[in-house]
């Protein structure tokens, strides 16, 4: 509720009280005052909107899974679209220390049979769990992690479901990954294509005589024209059909779980999906046709525009940008990096309101801005760390429905208590193979003044509230020689409220 | 329940508290009148007007069809020719049984037999949400926020029945709980509403020596604030020392009450713990996924709906066992779902998307041991768009009947806005009290005296009046004696 009130303070549409919201004096500070409220009238949107120079706290806020000075750097030095062209254009980064990172997480690269062939396929999406939390806070390619959180969510796959967990990994790896910041409809053809996604949505057993559901109905509800995209329950039967024997292959073999279009499977009669004829005596090019009249289809690119700008720019982003992104999609077919780019460069970034991070977000950035060593192997993972994502409810794959993982505020912000937890035992040791040290991280810092400054900048630049710094260095004070009670003031800093926003 | 037409709690009881003060004439005063007047439960029974409330929410689409069977719906049986409950009167072990003629339980729902057949469990069949959506996020969402269709509602229907109830006790530290990581949509805008995944491990990690001035820093930072999080961090931090003075791990469950080892079964008796514990909680939303049976659906034992049903039917047998057959506490329990699924089986032996549902309600305030339907049929003509079972009961009916008759709030145009709801029976009613304290035979200001001696001076009273009834005073039928009977006794007196 507040934060929806703070959105529609920031965009002038009730008076703001010059209160202590320090969500509000939190901005205020980012962007350098007050000022900065003068210019919210929304401006049409204009093509690579130089923003001020604020937005480069903005932009590293919102591509990355948590800032930090380095970062912060990085895009100071290259300029907001620079630092933004970079990220979109991933391949270009040097990422071969992550990749070195990862050498031991070998199961990342397995196909189903390989998975099938484990003893316990447990240690397999260990390995994934790992990687993707890895890839999270080391990753220079941050946008790209990012993009794939959000597609992740948007292909939703539950590990647990059915034989999820041995497919998963090939459906992170050939469908999410590669196309991450590519073209949608290539995207969405991977997914539609992906063994995994048509187990966990039981169209492998979706047949000429019998078509089931499922699928057809969240592939346009979730993942293309939204449940508000003009579809029919008609249109989920012909989908349906139009889907019947897009399964996989069972035999135990080098195929097995690889997706196959089982003729004898398939609904030969003529359909009509969304007032566009399909004609009879198809086979697989049904199903290619549904794709391209989904990717293709307007309510599709208003709803993934909505979802990313939700994403990156605000829970309730202005319909201006919203068309923007939309026009964009629609320009240029679907263009992941292009509409992106829309998003960041239409509107001044004064006008997002922050959000609230998610624990896998938290976690992350927690994990970055402290700099936390993290020492683990693909054969000894952090067990304890996937344990406190999941006692704070975002374990990566582990969402049951289809539609992701929540990203609203008011969904997580009402159970802090297992975020306080988390910040404690980082700093506590308590997480194995996870530790954060004192040394390294206060350096020669010694007055509780001192030890303030070294949290300030690293964790907040500059952003922790005038009132949390000092509680939080009236506890260093009382002894501020103590590497625990340096610790713990750590814990107490990630457990602040602006360490909760971004 | 015109009772309940005050704004705010405090303020109704102090200004009836004046008007009784002087309706007595000053004896209350001689009597040596408390500070606060106190509550007399006088009983345990059936006529509180303020349960808690339990919601458990099947996820996924349960199917109404399975959970409780048409059996003599013989288009039941064409439409699911490999997937269904056999009749009672089939031949072998598995096959339903029966409730009425009509209806019945499939035999994993058997453990809930004692609690129907004691009146205490209502089955209320083709119920649900007549908006037509077959998404679960948005029916769910519908359900959760009161007001199908509505696309710009978020706040929850239980939140809303919380902002506009006075709490239990007073300054409640936490009125509402939802058992998950992620507040449930219902309960949104509830105060003092927390989400806690574990009641029992709730409290600040890291080491004992600086606990307190580390949770003292947090609540600090929290305090500057003024916002969605800071009222969380406020409510989690009270709910450390609330759910600290309980012993959940400890907890013995009443006349051998047997709970299983699932997650329904713990928060049920997590549940159960907390709401003896009385420390004010009201509401308790519990989730339960994996009814959504597109595949396999599985009604046979050991198949995927089958373990489910048993997990549902041992948590409800058991909380029924725990909380009602002994001490029969003031609680009502709903279970409901999205909606319901296709009466006509799928090629995948599972079930897709439908309409119309079963909706179970539990308690010693449900006028049970029924099944409450006006049975659409199954004909394709009596058949919501020709393929779900059709909703002749709208779901806020009956939450609504509760909202006002169990739960004691009347503003329902609040929590079900745009909707006149048909109370359909789902509740038992109690009888008011006279007010005849002094047993004259007449209510008059006479009794006053004996009311205010009644609520201060409990065992006064029963020297002075030892064939009086204390149920007398329960003048709004809440099964409570408080100042909000003293309201009713002036009203009544002097109208």
């Not at chain 1, 390619?141 to 292909?155: A, G, I, N, P, S």
């Not at chain 2, 009672?88 to 009425?100: E, H, K």
């Not at chain 2, 049970?368 to 339907?373: D, E, F, M, N, T």
Request: aromatic share 10%.
């Amino acid at each position: 509720m507040s934060l929806k009130r703070f959105v529609a303070e920031q965009l002038g549409l009730t008076a703001s009280a010059p209160s202590a919201d320090s969500v509000l004096s939190r901005r205020k500070m980012l962007l350098g005052g007050a000022a900065a409220f003068a210019a919210v009238s929304a401006r049409p949107p204009q093509a690579r909107a130089v923003p001020p120079g604020s937005a480069n706290r903005f932009l590293v806020d919102r591509i990355t899974f948590g800032w930090t000075p380095e970062e912060q750097n990085q895009a100071d030095s290259l300029g907001y679209h620079e630092y933004l062209e970079r990220q979109l254009d991933y391949h270009s980064i040097d990422d071969s220390a992550m990749e070195a990172r990862l050498e031991s997480y070998e199961m990342l690269d397995y196909i189903p049979y390989h998975m099938h062939n484990l003893v316990n396929v447990s240690v397999a999406y260990r390995q994934l769990y790992e990687a993707t939390i890895l890839r999270a806070v080391q990753s220079k390619r941050q946008l790209y992690q990012r993009m794939v959180e959000f597609w992740t969510d948007h292909f939703n796959i539950n590990l647990f479901s059915g034989e999820c967990a041995w497919i998963k990994n090939w459906d992170d790896k050939n469908v999410i990954r590669v196309h991450a910041l590519g073209s949608f409809r290539e995207l969405l053809s991977a997914s539609m294509h992906s063994a995994c996604m048509l187990h966990y949505l039981n169209n492998e057993l979706s047949v000429w005589w019998g078509p089931n559901e499922n699928y057809a109905r969240e592939l346009m509800e979730l993942h293309t024209l939204g449940v508000d995209g003009g579809y029919t329950q008609q249109d989920v039967v012909e989908v349906a059909r139009c889907l019947t024997g897009w399964d996989f292959h069972r035999p135990d073999n080098y195929d097995r779980q690889m997706f196959r279009f089982a003729a004898n499977h398939h609904d030969f009669d003529a359909k009509t999906v969304l007032g566009h004829a399909i004609p009879a005596g198809q086979g697989i090019e049904d199903g290619e046709m549904v794709c391209d009249i989904l990717a293709s289809h307007p309510s599709t690119a208003r709803y993934l525009a909505t979802k990313l700008c939700r994403k990156f720019w605000s829970e309730n982003p202005p319909v201006t940008l919203i068309d923007a992104v939309t026009a964009t999609y629609t320009a240029t077919d679907g263009d992941i990096k292009a509409m992106l780019r829309t998003l960041f460069t239409t509107l001044d970034p004064s006008l997002a309101g922050p959000k609230f991070k998610r624990p896998f977000h938290l976690v992350v950035s927690a994990l970055r801005a402290t700099k936390a060593s993290y020492e683990t192997t693909g054969a000894e993972p952090s067990v304890a760390l996937f344990n406190r994502l999941a006692n704070m409810g975002h374990l990566p794959f582990n969402w049951a429905p289809p539609d992701g993982y929540p990203d609203r505020a008011d969904f997580w912000v009402g159970s802090p208590l297992t975020r306080w937890n988390f910040a404690a035992r980082l700093v506590n040791g308590n997480i194995t193979y996870l530790s954060v040290d004192p040394a390294a991280f206060f350096a020669t810092a010694a007055t509780a003044d001192q030890l303030m400054g070294q949290i300030q900048a690293k964790l907040f630049g500059g952003r922790l509230t005038a009132e949390e710094r000092n509680l939080i260095r009236d506890y260093l004070a009382t002894d501020p020689a103590s590497p625990s009670i340096r610790l713990e003031a750590i814990g107490l800093a990630l457990a602040a409220p602006s360490f909760q926003w971004y | 329940m015109s009772v309940h037409d005050s704004q705010s709690c405090s303020e109704y009881l102090q200004l009836s508290r004046r008007q009784f003060l002087a309706a007595s004439g000053g004896t209350a005063l001689a009597l040596g009148m408390p500070a606060w007047l106190p509550s007399v439960a006088y009983a345990e029974d059936d006529c509180s007007d303020r349960d808690v409330i339990v919601t458990v929410f099947l996820r996924g689409a349960a199917d109404g069809l399975t959970l409780c069977v048409p059996h003599a719906d013989d288009l039941y049986y064409t439409a699911r020719p490999t997937l269904n409950i056999p009749r009672p009167d089939a031949s072998g072990t598995f096959r339903a049984v029966d409730l009425d003629g009509f209806f019945g339980l499939p035999p994993q729902l058997a453990p809930l037999l004692p609690a129907y057949q004691n009146g205490d469990l209502l089955l209320v069949h083709a119920c649900g949400s007549t908006d037509p959506t077959r998404s679960h996020f948005d029916a769910q969402r519908y359900m959760e926020i009161g007001k199908p269709g509505d696309v710009g509602l978020f706040t929850g229907w239980l939140g809303r029945h919380l902002a506009t109830s006075p709490p239990f006790v007073e300054n409640s530290l936490l009125r509402a709980i939802g058992i998950g990581y992620g507040l449930q949509r219902a309960l949104e805008s509830g105060p003092q509403t927390i989400s806690i995944p574990d009641l029992d491990t709730h409290t600040l990690s890291g080491s004992m020596a600086t606990v307190a001035a580390r949770r003292t820093v947090i609540s600090a930072m929290h305090a500057l604030q003024g916002d969605a999080l800071s009222a969380a961090a406020t409510t989690a931090q009270q709910t450390i020392d609330l759910l600290g003075t309980i012993d959940f791990a400890g907890y013995v469950p009443e006349d051998g009450a047997s709970y299983g080892t699932d997650g329904l079964s713990l928060a049920l008796k997590s549940t159960a713990a907390l709401i003896k514990a009385e420390v004010g909680v009201e509401a308790v939303a519990i989730d339960v996924g994996g009814w959504d049976n597109h595949v396999n659906q599985g009604v046979v034992i050991g198949g995927a709906m089958s373990n489910n049903m048993t997990r549902l039917a041992t948590g409800l047998a058991a909380f029924h066992a725990d909380l009602f057959s002994g001490l029969r506490r003031n609680v009502t329990l709903v279970v409901m779902s999205e909606f319901g699924r296709r009466l006509l089986q799928n090629g995948s032996l599972g079930t897709d998307h439908g309409h119309g549902n079963v909706m179970f309600l539990m308690g010693p305030g449900v006028d049970g041991g029924r099944v409450l339907a006006n049975w659409p049929g199954l004909d394709e003509t009596e058949l919501f768009e020709g393929r779900d079972l059709a909703v002749t009961t709208d779901f806020r009916d009956v939450l609504a009947e509760i909202v006002s008759l169990r739960l004691g709030n009347p503003s329902l145009d609040v929590v079900f806005p745009g909707y006149t709801p048909t109370f359909r029976g789902v509740t038992r009613s109690c009888e008011p009290g006279g007010g005849d304290l002094n047993c004259d035979g007449i209510l008059t200001y006479e009794d006053s005296g004996a009311m205010a001696q009644l609520l201060t001076d409990r065992e006064a009273f029963e020297v002075a009046h030892p064939d009086c009834p204390e149920s007398e005073a329960d003048l709004n039928a809440d099964g409570q004696i408080n100042g909000l009977d003293i309201q009713e006794f002036v009203r009544r007196v002097a109208p």
